[in-house]
């Protein structure tokens, strides 16, 4: 319940100390893509704290429009299996499209830049030369099995929701990933899994006409091994997205 004064205002939190300070910015700058993890299970509480500390995450008058699916164990297996079948079929492969445009339809500087030097940055880790068409498949691939994840959440929305209810779910999204790192674990969210909804649809015995797959992510611990978990990928300057008005 929220403490009031006696004029009914309520009072003032206490600022947070410097430790809390850098528990939370520490939480959010270690946060990264990690694209290889440990097998060691999370355990169940684990990932239902990281979900009721994530719900806390802003909304349009408090609608809430997030739903989350999570896989662990043979569910997790099942559901990779049916995409990899999928992907690795050509002929099927081109049944499945995106049910939504999650990237723009034209690419322009510096976002197309910045999309390419991260993704031969990671392939230049990996090894993987340019032109090496089935070792980027395998890698690209590699998003559908969870990066070996423990855990994989799959994240669905109503249908009738509008654009204010995805910026809403980019929230809950970054709460997800930042309890996350508090807990010391490491997520990947990740917008491959979007091509083959209609797998993930009929898997989850999803309302296909109601609800719509925003995304998946993984969850787990990093592998501390794996060469590609050692991308660290750069931000632009203050310079480059801040204007101060005075």
Known sequence: MTQTQPTGQPI????????????VDAAITSRR???????????????????QVAARAPSGTNTQPWQVHVLTDAALVRLSARILAAYDDPAQAAQHTEDYAYYPREWRSPYIDRRRKVGWDLYGLLGIAKGDKAAMHAQHGRNYVFFDAPVGLIFTIDRVMEQGSWLDYGMFLQNVMVAARG???DTCPQAAFTAFHRIIEDALGLDAAAQQ??????LGWADPKAIEN?????????????RFLD
């Open 12 to 23: 003032a939190a206490a600022p947070p100390s410097r430790e809390s300070q850098a528990a």
């Open 33 to 51: 893509s990690i694209r290889r993890f440990l097998p060691t299970p999370v355990p169940r509480e684990t990932i239902e704290a990281i979900l």
């Open 183 to 185: 807990r010391g674990l």
């Open 213 to 218: 797959v925003v995304c998946g992510m993984s």
């Open 230 to 242: 050692t991308l660290v990928t750069e931000r632009a300057p203050l310079t480059e997205f801040v």
